[in-house]
């Protein structure tokens, strides 16, 4: 009787957990407008004027040539540097169409409507 017992109890459970998942799946897939066709990169950057291109430029050369084709954009946000970091990832946003630049503040927004970012 108690392996009775200890079994419904596993079962409901088991039920349970699949219907958390179930509503997770459902709930992402409603409520945002995140796509399935890449991945996007966000990179956050406070006062890095030293290696903030060299770490993009790198980035950039791996999803222009191919080797990571997945990579749909890279949204990267200031911290409210106070060096040349702001600059310089305005102009690299400008340079290329795979940087998309945002502040702390815009970047839920940005993220919240990347079905837009093309």
Request: proline share 0%; hydrophobic share 40%.
């Amino acid at each position: 009787m108690l392996n009775y017992i200890l079994n419904g109890i596993l079962w409901v459970l088991a039920l349970y957990g699949l219907f958390e998942i179930i509503k997770t799946i459902i709930y992402t897939y409603t409520y945002t407008n995140l796509k399935a066709d890449g991945i996007y990169v966000i990179v956050a950057a406070k006062n890095q004027e030293k290696k903030i291109e060299g770490f993009l430029r790198s980035l950039l050369f791996r999803i222009i040539y191919g080797k990571e084709e997945n990579i749909k954009d890279v949204i990267v946000v200031d911290l409210n540097s106070t060096d040349e970091t702001k600059s310089i990832l305005e102009k690299l946003s400008t340079d290329y169409n795979e940087i998309k630049m945002s502040n702390w503040r815009e970047c839920k927004e940005l993220i919240d409507s990347i079905d837009d970012v093309k």
